[in-house]
């Protein structure tokens, strides 16, 4: 997905990143689905990522009680610009610019995160799984990162729709450290918009359809991100797995 330069974000709102990235993601009724549509973006073909290879069997089938779900150590994948993409505040009127690139033996989403006509957040999305994941039987997710000390959102979505619920779970990152950050299924919140949902239905994890990571100025029911700053910024992934206690 061509993007501009991470560490310098437009000044000024962009219609052609708005229109890019709601094409990128599928959101431009109709058109979306048109391989020219696409292309007239800059944008990878094929809105919806074929999962068969990211499905993961239960731990009682499966060799590993520790799946992979994505491994960013390996080789470049061919389909990486296809399946991940930026997902920023220019959606709302912002001007803040992310990127998510293969760069050696990890992936890093990076940018600059802009406060700028209202904005405040920077996010790289995967298109649609088609079919879903089904993550049932596993107890929770495991991220391999190294960030530069602020607290980012790692969010799951069950709604093919960009602009829907996700459900949501802030982790601390150590300046310039490897960490590995475990989160159990019943730690995730349900948002919308950075506003929580204490009614909305539980995850269902047989619909996983999108997976997303998210730096952002707010962290729920407008309370701030008390490591947030504005400016460039850098999260590193080695992989994102999947554990069972069992």
Wanted: overall charge neutral; charged content about 15%; aromatic content about 14%.
């Amino acid at each position: 997905m061509t993007q501009n330069s991470p560490n310098s974000p437009p000044s000024q709102w962009s219609l052609c990143r708005f229109l890019r990235t709601m094409a990128y993601f599928g959101a431009v009724p109709i058109l979306s689905q048109f391989d020219w549509f696409q292309r007239r973006f800059g944008n990878p073909a094929h809105p919806h990522v074929d999962s068969p290879a990211l499905t993961t069997t239960s731990p009682s089938s499966s060799s590993t009680t520790e799946p992979t779900v994505f491994d960013f150590t390996t080789q470049p994948d061919p389909q990486f610009e296809a399946i991940w993409g930026a997902l920023d505040d220019v959606v709302m009127g912002g001007v803040s610019a992310s990127s998510f690139r293969k760069v050696g033996a990890s992936a890093v989403f990076a940018g600059t995160v802009s406060t700028a006509n209202s904005g405040g957040f920077a996010s790289v999305r995967t298109r649609n799984f088609d079919p879903p994941l089904d993550w049932s039987g596993f107890d929770g997710v495991k991220l391999r990162v190294r960030g530069d000390g602020q607290r980012y959102k790692f969010m799951l979505h069950q709604d093919t729709n960009w602009d829907s619920v996700a459900y949501c779970h802030s982790f601390d990152t150590v300046d310039r450290e490897w960490i590995t950050v475990q989160i159990p299924f019943t730690a995730f919140t349900p948002v919308f918009r950075a506003r929580t949902l204490p009614d909305a239905p539980a995850l269902n994890l047989s619909r996983i359809c999108a997976l997303q990571l998210m730096l952002s100025k707010f962290e729920y029911d407008s309370a701030l991100n008390p490591t947030f700053q504005p400016g460039a910024f850098q999260l590193q992934i080695e992989r994102i797995q999947l554990y069972s206690n069992s």
